[in-house]
């Protein structure tokens, strides 16, 4: 295996592991605005993770910056989606939970 | 390697139908919806994997994206509807009208009463649907292991088409008609839905600045997307019903964050470009027809700068239509000068 295959392998497993976080987060916490953090943080990150690991095996510069296009489009959804559900549970009047 | 693929392969399928009878079998509507767009997603998945990306680019754009937003914001409006309906009549349980536990107990409720003959319908059921299951498992099984079909025939003639992807070659030229009438359905749904009677604005809260900057950097590049897929279609999967469907997610996005077209444009200009697809492609095939050859013949000279033609003029049909058709009702003017935002924001 050579020294690229070998990061791309860690970034995946890395990003796996981030993408599972939010997963379990999304499934355990307690209330809408935990989970909505839990989903958009953790995934972001397990996707960028992934994407810089696939961006280490692209054939040529333009996959790579397909790849980054792919990962800024995500953040930018996920990231106003987050705040779009947030509001309207907000606005209907869905408390934050407290312990 | 194979045995992996068999693994995913496996777990796709088995979720796919299990996200099916979910969605089915939810009495929650909302949830049922967000079922279906996540079955059309995982489809989308399983398209890709039985190597049939131009099916997969629309089952995610259309069946998963746009019918996703249609259901939804069928859902708000249906809700809205009861809302009023149950303010009118009582004041209580004006949210509550669509909630899983009322369908619950009317189903017990008839059960109960009608246990016998409930039964005996279920289970005829169950009979006949086994009848129609095992009629389609016999059709299957004696399928022919390597048929052929016909991408031989149209591999053979591709030359022919004025493109290189057989998918166009096959939609726009050799089997024209399918397309044709699906931009005719298309158009006749829009029809439909504008004969109806009008419903109140369902957008009524102001979208905040967050869609509004999301839509002001996602429409271009949505329409930027929408042409290069209409442009790619000629050679690689792509094509007008997939630039189609994302210059009307684009639409969608403008009329949630409160765009509305001005009333100059709601006129001819609008009922232009909801028709200008089939026109053209309807006015091509009889050219060709009278100048000697048959209906939706094209001749291999021109048929590629013919077939760009009309899929120009199909994307921006499809795109409208779809818009449109998210918007529910036939946009009226005076309704929107009223609300008005931006300087005259077009819909597509």
Partial sequence: MSMTDFFTLLL?????????????????????????????????????LVIVGLALQAESLTVVFKLILIWLLVLLASASV???????AQQKGIKPWTR | MTLLQWLFDGLLGVTLIWLAWQTLASADLFKAIVLFIAFGLLMALAWVRLNAPDIALAEA???????GALLLVAL???????????????????????APEDSVRTTAAVNQGFSNKQNL????????????AAGLAYAVLSLPPEAPGLSRNVAENLYLSGVSNPVTAVLLNFRGYDTLLEMAVLLLALLGVWSLRRLPEQYDSSPGPVLDMLSRLLVPLLLLVAGYLLWVGARAPGGAFQAGSVLAAAGVLLLLAGWRLTARFLGWPLRFALIIGLAVFVSVALIMMLSGGQLLQLPPAFAGALILLIETAATLSIGVTLAALFYGSRPQPEQISARQTDSGGENE
């Avoid at chain 1, 809408?32 to 996707?47: C, E, F, V």
């Avoid at chain 1, 987050?82 to 309207?88: D, N």
């Fill in chain 1, 12 to 48: 995946l497993i890395a990003g796996a592991f981030f993408y599972i976080a939010g997963t379990v987060g999304l499934l355990r916490f307690p209330d809408i605005y935990s989970r909505l953090h839990a989903l958009t943080k953790a995934d972001n990150l397990g996707l960028g």
């Fill in chain 2, 121 to 132: 319908f279920r289970y005829s059921l169950v009979l006949m649907l086994s009848a129609v």
């Fill in chain 2, 61 to 67: 754009a259309i069946g998963a994206g746009l019918t």
């Fill in chain 1, 82 to 88: 987050a705040h779009l559900v947030a509001r309207s």
């Fill in chain 2, 76 to 98: 708000a409006r249906l809700n809205a509807v009861a809302a009023k309906t149950d303010n009118t009549e009582s004041n209580r349980n004006a949210k509550q009208r669509f």
